[in-house]
Structures are given as structure tokens and as C-alpha cells.
């Protein structure tokens, strides 16, 4: 057996397995603060201690033997994230996330001092990215940056507490922005413009080896063998396309968790830096894969129905029996926005409302928000995008009909809801754990889930210009949201 153990935003998420089938799910909440304007951070300590807990929960109901038969721990996490330890491996400040936006003046410099900064790393500077935020801390906590001995991604610390070494892989490391894409390595030129020294970067491993053994103290406390096998994972965008087989051309997927994805998986590495279309290493040898990367998924809809004080499931019960005639419009950005506009200044709003506006109008004002991410997404893409088979749609968001008939309509795109789709990137670390301990092979990674549930798209021209007039809504407030 093996378990899959990722990092979220909102959670960290554990999946007990047997080569690759679940048996057995552990969540823990967590909690994201936001100290100044931009900011986005979490205590990795809170993500240990729910790490722990999550792992203890799964084993708790096993007999001795079935612990002692998982053989390994698959890594996945939220990426982008700055986790900074001192010389003594003691965590320096709250880890700075992928929706924290403080970087942005120094994204602007890092384009100055590398014009093609975009084809090197991906993508252009964005200020979720790890290497801005270093360049920010230089700038503006010149104290902590100086004491920087290691800076690790939100999953590999997480591999550091179970077995004390440092390792990440390709696709986690493709999102610092201190990645070459195409030759897969650190850049020493990306590190130099980001007061990065590459000596703090960790060994970069492919997302199937094993970083480490679980150190002693934790397998005595969970009862687990001494022998089990720390594996590498994955950055949460990766993994959760090993769960659905998006490793090969032709397939992808599309997430829903706190952001939101687009994704197209491939053998070759192929930038598009100008639509902010990300074009990052996968976590397995010789692939690649395009993504448009929202901030904003189901979190505007969670954010929504915790303003509103309804359970999320009853308002979205509510907004489908809505007319559409009377739903006002509503930005999503509630942190800024990465693709396609990469600005981290926008933010969220509604526009039309009506006296006679209820909670559910304005719950499916967001929804279709939402999906209007996607019709933008698809867009950026171009050709690329054009006719591709059924997607599988991962996340919390996916458990929604509305969202995503929302956005297969705006998006053009037939999706599909597959077995498990709440805990994909759990079930892709647990999945790369078996094929490191050679339960699953290669092949078995290709293999595309059964789909629950079908969503095709449906013409709808008063659709087609609602989405006309949220983006020409965009751009009359873009302007109103830039510093000054």
C-alpha cells in the first residue's frame, strides 16, 4: 500500500492506496492570513501538525501487518510557495503563498534585467512566483534574506519533516521562475536577478524517485516500517494529472480548488510567455505541459456563500433556479489574476445590481464568473486548445453541476466528472508512490479515469454576450485598480 499526502490552500489532504486505488481519505483544515495589502501567508508548522494528523488518521483503523505493508509516501502540493529555513533548519517567516501578490514591482525588474525572461522560465514574472518574492524579502526584510540557508517548496517541506533531507522535483520547481523549462535544472542567470544564491535550491529529482526513508522517531509513532519510501510527487497542477492520466499530447484536465486550471499535457516544451500560458516541466522524465493558471476557482463561490452566511451547497441550489435576465455581472479577483491578464492589481466586483438583486442572483453572478475564467483561458490558448477530447474536471468545485455546465457552456469545452475528483492531486502522489515501489508501471499512469458524469456545452448567444460585457467590464476597471 502507499499514501498520497498533498498540501493544499484550504487543506492538507491524505490518500490511503493499494497500487493506486483508494481505500481510505484524512483532511485537516487550514488557515490562510493576510498581514498588509497583497499578502498571502500560512505557518508551515500548521501544515506539520495537520500533516501529522492526517497520517495518523489513516493508519489508525489498520491491523499491524497492513501498516506494516505501506511501502511508501507520495509528496503533492500547492506550488509557488517560499518556505525559508536558517543554517539550523529553523523556519525563518510564514511561508509566503502562490496568491501572495507583494512581488509585483519586483516582477517588473526581473523583465528589465531579462527581456526573454518568459521563454527561459515558462513564463513572464508573475508575483506569486517563488524568485520575486526573494527579490522582495532582499528589499524589504533584508534581515531575514540575509539568513537564508534553504528555500524549499510547500510540499518539500513537508518531505523534510518525514525524512530530514532536501529534494523537489521538476514540475514544483518549473513554478519558482529559477527553473529551465527546456533543459530542466536550476538557472543560474534566473538566481543572479533574484538575489538567489542556487547553493539554497534543493537537488531536483524526477517525481518518481525517493527523496528519503521516514525518519525512525515518525515511523515508531505511526507504527509504520522504518523502510518506507519518501517519494519526490509533485507540484498539485502535475500530480493532479497523474490522477487523471493528463501525461501524454492530446490530454489535460481542468481543476477547480481554491485557483483553477487549464491544462494540456505533451512531449515537448512549448512557451507562450505573451497570453501568460504557463509552460512548466511535469513531473515525470521528458514531459511537459501548457496551463492557464486563474487565481480564482471555487474560492469566489466559498468566499461568496461565507458573506451570504449560507452553506455553499444550499446557495448554489438557489442561483441555478435563477433567471438569467436578472444576474448582475461579477469579477472574480479577489487576489488579482495570473492568465491571461497577469495582473496581480485587479480585484473583485459586482456590477448591475438591482434593488431587486437576491443572494442567489449574485451567487450566480459568480458562477458564471467563474466559467468565464475558463472561455478565457481557452482563448489564450489558441489553436491548442481547438478540439480536444473530454476533460476530466478535479477539485471541490467539481462537485458542482452548475459550475461545470457554467463552463463547459462559456468554455466550449466537454468535461467530465471522474471518480475521486475532490482529491486528485492526492491520488496522483499516490499513484508515483507505486511506481516507485513498482506496483504500477509506466503505462498505468496513461490510463484515463471513467466518467460519472458528462457536461457538453450548449450555444447560447445571450451567453456569448454576457461574457462580451464582463471582459469590456474588466477593462473599464482595470485602469481604476492600478497603485496611484
Known amino acids: 500500500m502507499e499514501i498520497g499526502l498533498d498540501l493544499g490552500t484550504s487543506s492538507v489532504i491524505g490518500l490511503l492506496c493499494e497500487a493506486g486505488v483508494p481505500r481510505a481519505e484524512a483532511r485537516r483544515a487550514l488557515t490562510t492570513t493576510s498581514p498588509m495589502p497583497y499578502a498571502s501567508e500560512q505557518d508551515p508548522e500548521d501544515w506539520w501538525r495537520a500533516a501529522r494528523e492526517v497520517l495518523a488518521e489513516l493508519v489508525a483503523g489498520l491491523p499491524e501487518g497492513e501498516r506494516r505493508s505501506i511501502t511508501a509516501i507520495g509528496l503533492s502540493g500547492q506550488m509557488h ?19 501572495d501578490g507583494r512581488a509585483h514591482a519586483e516582477c517588473s525588474a526581473l523583465r528589465e534585467a531579462l527581456p526573454g525572461i518568459g521563454t527561459l522560465a515558462g513564463v513572464p514574472p508573475l508575483p506569486g512566483f517563488t524568485a520575486p518574492k526573494l527579490l522582495w ?18 510540499k518539500d517541506y513537508l518531505g523534510y519533516r518525514l525524512h530530514g533531507g532536501y529534494a523537489t522535483d521538476p514540475s514544483d520547481a518549473a513554478g519558482t521562475l529559477w527553473f529551465d523549462q527546456a533543459q530542466r535544472c536550476w538557472s543560474g542567470e534566473l538566481c543572479a536577478i533574484s538575489a538567489t544564491d542556487p ?32 517519494v519526490t510527487g509533485g507540484g498539485d497542477a502535475a500530480t493532479g494529472a497523474v490522477a487523471v492520466g493528463a501525461v501524454e499530447d492530446g490530454t489535460g484536465l481542468i481543476s477547480l480548488g481554491t485557483s483553477a486550471q487549464f491544462l494540456q499535457a505533451g512531449t515537448g516544451y512549448r512557451p507562450n510567455p505573451g497570453a501568460f500560458v504557463h509552460a512548466f516541466a511535469h513531473t515525470l522524465p521528458d514531459r511537459w505541459y501548457q496551463m492557464a493558471a486563474m487565481l480564482n476557482g471555487a474560492r469566489p463561490m466559498a468566499w461568496f456563500a461565507g458573506v451570504a452566511g ?52 449574485m451567487m450566480r453572478a459568480v458562477v458564471e464568473a467563474v466559467a468565464f475564467c475558463f472561455a478565457d483561458a481557452v482563448e ?18 467539481a462537485q458542482s453541476d452548475l459550475l461545470l455546465q457554467s463552463v463547459a457552456d462559456a468554455s466550449g469545452l466537454t468535461l467530465f466528472r471522474p471518480e475521486g475528483a475532490t482529491s486528485g492531486p492526492s491520488l496522483g502522489a499516490a499513484k508515483l508512490a507505486a511506481l516507485a515501489t513498482g506496483a504500477l508501471s509506466r503505462g498505468d499512469l496513461a490510463q484515463r479515469p471513467d466518467a460519472r458524469e458528462v457536461f457538453s456545452p450548449r450555444a447560447q448567444a445571450s451567453l456569448q454576450d454576457r461574457l462580451e460585457r464582463w471582459r469590456a467590464l474588466y477593462r473599464a476597471l482595470k485602469p481604476l485598480a492600478q497603485p496611484g
Request: charged share 15%.
Open 81 to 99: 510557495g517560499a518556505v525559508l529555513l536558517d543554517a539550523s533548519d529553523a523556519v525563518l517567516r510564514p511561508a509566503m503563498l502562490w496568491n
Open 137 to 154: 524579502l532582499a528589499r524589504h526584510e533584508p534581515q531575514v534574506h540575509a539568513r537564508i540557508a534553504h528555500a524549499l517548496l510547500p
Open 199 to 230: 547553493a539554497w535550491l534543493p537537488p531536483v529529482l524526477d517525481g518518481t524517485q525517493e527523496a528519503g526513508r521516514i525518519l525512525p522517531e515518525l515511523a515508531a509513532e505511526l507504527g509504520l516500517s522504518p523502510k518506507v519510501r519518501i
Open 310 to 361: 449560507v452553506e455553499i451547497g444550499a446557495l448554489l441550489q438557489e442561483a441555478a433556479a435563477v433567471p438569467e435576465a436578472r444576474v448582475p455581472l461579477f469579477l472574480p479577483y479577489l487576489t488579482g489574476e495570473r492568465s491571461p491578464h497577469g495582473d496581480p492589481h485587479i480585484r473583485g466586483g459586482f456590477f448591475g445590481l438591482e434593488d431587486s438583486t437576491s443572494r442567489a442572483a
Open 380 to 397: 489564450s490558448f489558441g489553436a491548442a486548445a481547438q478540439g480536444p477530447a473530454a476533460l476530466p474536471a478535479l477539485g471541490g468545485g
